[in-house]
């Protein structure tokens, strides 16, 4: 079982749409959640960070814990064409100590297409 | 917001010579910074964690003496690929941790081609 998981897509919305990311993880563990968007060819971009239990929004985005489940979510209200890229779930332990210590473990990644 | 800076942005050179990237965070001390690398379309692989004042900790496969990594500051961590050959070409990325916020942000990247 892979530490995160994500179902690699591609997920595929019209303009205007609610695209629902989906990411499980196995470390109970894990402390810190967060969602990054990344296009192609760029790096990676914060797009929210969650650390405690229920929902956090910002924006047309909003993101989702449930620690119990081992799950984290990110909803994308009005999707538009722009938010066509590859959405990356990651996790941190934090206090592990050692060489784990504020690693971040990716899922591999969702490809989500708003098309007009 | 935080912003992180790489140096530079695109670079190319001959095989066996070396490169230095430059990581720097603006907008807040990191005392913890990684490095990372990625291929196309294939994900992210951290190659190494960057702590200011220490040696960094390398991930397994990864070679230490080719991959030097420096963090003598609380803003600047560099990656110097060392004899470089044309698999080395690749996408390195670094990113930095704001422990006041526990967020991690990443830089634009490097773009690096072997020839």
């Known amino acids: 079982q892979k530490e995160v998981e994500q179902n690699s897509g591609p997920l595929s919305v019209p303009e205007g749409a609610i695209a629902s990311l989906n990411c499980t993880y196995s470390d109970r563990g894990s402390q810190s959640f967060f969602w990054y968007r990344q296009y192609s060819g760029k790096s990676p971009e914060l797009i929210m960070s969650i650390y405690s239990n229920g929902d956090k929004e910002d924006g047309r985005f909003t993101a989702q814990l449930n620690k119990a489940s081992q799950y984290v979510s990110l909803l994308i209200r009005d999707s538009q064409p722009s938010d066509s890229a590859t959405y990356l779930c990651a996790v941190r332990r934090l206090g592990a100590g050692g060489t784990s210590y504020g690693k971040l473990t990716f899922g591999q990644g969702t490809i989500l297409t708003v098309h007009p | 917001g935080a912003v992180v800076s790489q140096h530079p942005s695109r670079v190319i050179c001959k095989s066996g010579t070396s490169v230095k990237i430059e990581c720097r965070s603006l907008?807040?001390?990191?005392?913890?910074m990684f490095w990372y690398r990625q291929f196309p379309k294939q994900s992210l692989m951290l190659m190494a964690t960057s702590n200011e004042g220490s040696k960094a900790t390398y991930e397994q496969g990864v070679e230490k003496d080719k991959f030097l990594i420096n963090h003598a500051s609380l803003t600047l961590s560099t990656l110097t690929v060392t004899s470089a050959h044309p698999e080395d070409s690749s996408f390195y990325i670094c990113?930095?941790?704001?422990?006041?916020?526990?967020?991690?942000?990443f830089g634009p990247g490097t773009r690096l081609t072997v020839t």
């Open positions: 907008d807040f001390q990191a005392t913890t």
């Open positions: 990113s930095a941790i704001n422990w006041q916020s526990y967020e991690q942000y």
